[in-house]
């Protein structure tokens, strides 16, 4: 903001100080040697001239006349000006019309200048009620999401039920082992409170039950990663449909996020422990370096979470978390290392496994 300037000082009137002319007298017609002094001025040429004469007519004037003569000018213009100002044309005082009608002249504004720093607004409260209102579909959808095991090839994961109820989507890599197909356990829960391990002595994980049902591969792609398992009763072997026991399915959303809309991660990672976890991020935009594209989001995806489930803000079941990038580690010398570019995780489309679905659903 621009400093307003003070107001005007008061000083010295022009008047102060200036030596005051002596009284006349009547014997002496040039008090100041005005008159005397005339020969005296140096001869300036044709500019000095105007001035001489001048001053040699005022040989002849009183000192009275002097006076007048040099004053008269600026008082007759001084009253006419006063008269104009005061008085007006029609004879009344025109000096409240005067200052009320003068305004303050616009100042200048300067600014000073600063690096623009940009800021994250703060969310609205419909932002918010949005976000508490995913949370919330979150919750309606755990019991549709489950947890791999193989004993067989020592590998665990995430998975959705889909189809009818007896079907479950997840990864290839979560329920193969190179060219081997793997029989896995499939664990139901019912909320986000239950844990399906517990700990040694030793702090190693395992699992405290049985498995709720046995998981036998119908369908699967290696090169879109993506397979489909067929639920069994896990002691009598008969097909199992989960949606009777309080899991049902989920269906596919195909339609694209919007770029920057809020996603839903949910499974079991690794770093999680037992109990089931949801990351929250974005939509990032689409990774189109492989044939297949993958959709991309700063949600945390991580070891297991692998064949579980990504929705959008409103839980449409959008995608399989298949993937993820890793921070990279950059050293210029032994024991100088900083982390590089920041992982993300990467969502196979759900618009890949509905074929897949479609195949094992059509069979008996």
């Keep these: 903001m621009a400093d307003f300037p003070e107001g005007r ?3 010295r009137s022009v008047h102060d100080g200036r030596p005051s002319l002596p009284p006349d007298d009547d014997d002496d017609d040039d008090p100041l040697g ?3 002094r005339i020969d005296e001025l140096p001869d300036f040429g044709g500019a000095g001239r105007p001035l001489t004469r ?4 005022a040989r002849s004037l009183t000192l009275a006349q002097i006076v007048l003569l040099f004053i008269s000018p600026g008082a007759i213009a001084g009253a006419i000006w006063s008269g104009i100002f005061f008085w007006g044309e029609d004879g009344e005082s025109t000096t409240e019309t005067q200052v009320a009608s003068q305004t303050i002249p616009e100042l200048p504004i300067t600014t000073r200048s600063s690096t623009t720093t ?4 703060a969310p609205t409260l419909e932002a918010l009620a949005n976000q508490r209102e995913g949370t919330s579909r979150m919750v309606d959808l755990i019991p549709s999401i489950v947890f791999l095991n193989s004993y067989e090839c020592g590998i665990s994961g995430s998975g959705t039920v889909v189809g009818d109820g007896r079907l479950v989507l997840t990864n290839a890599h979560v329920v193969r082992d190179g060219h081997t197909t793997c029989d896995t ?16 002595e030793d702090g190693w994980a395992y699992m405290s039950d049985q498995p709720d049902a046995l998981g036998i591969v119908a369908e699967f792609d290696d090169e879109l990663d993506l397979a489909v398992l067929r639920l069994f009763n896990s002691s009598t072997l008969q097909p199992l449909n989960s949606g009777s026991r309080g899991h049902p399915p989920l269906k596919p959303w195909i339609s694209k996020p919007e770029f920057g809309e809020p996603l839903y991660v ?3 990672p690794g770093t999680g422990g037992c109990t089931i976890t949801v ?8 990774d189109l370096t492989e044939e297949f594209e993958y959709y991309k989001t700063d949600a945390t995806v991580n070891h297991g979470n692998s064949g579980g489930a990504a ?27 900083s982390t590089g570019d920041l992982p993300y995780g990467l969502i196979r489309p759900i618009k890949h496994a509905i074929p897949l679905i479609n195949r094992a659903d059509s069979t008996p």
Excluded at 118 to 121: D, K, R, V
Excluded at 311 to 333: K, M, Q, R, S
């Design 118 to 121: 940009f800021q994250t607004p």
């Design 279 to 286: 990351t929250r991020g974005i939509y990032s935009g689409m």
């Design 266 to 268: 949910l499974g079991w």
């Design 9 to 11: 000082r008061r000083g």
């Design 34 to 36: 005005i008159i005397d």
């Design 54 to 57: 001048v001053l040699n007519k």
């Design 185 to 200: 356990g499939v664990w139901f829960i019912d909320s986000d409170r239950e844990s399906l391990c517990d700990y040694d």
């Design 311 to 337: 929705f959008d803000a409103d839980g449409h079941f959008i995608g399989v978390p298949t993937a993820g990038t890793y921070a990279e580690l950059e050293c210029n010398d032994p024991g100088e290392c």
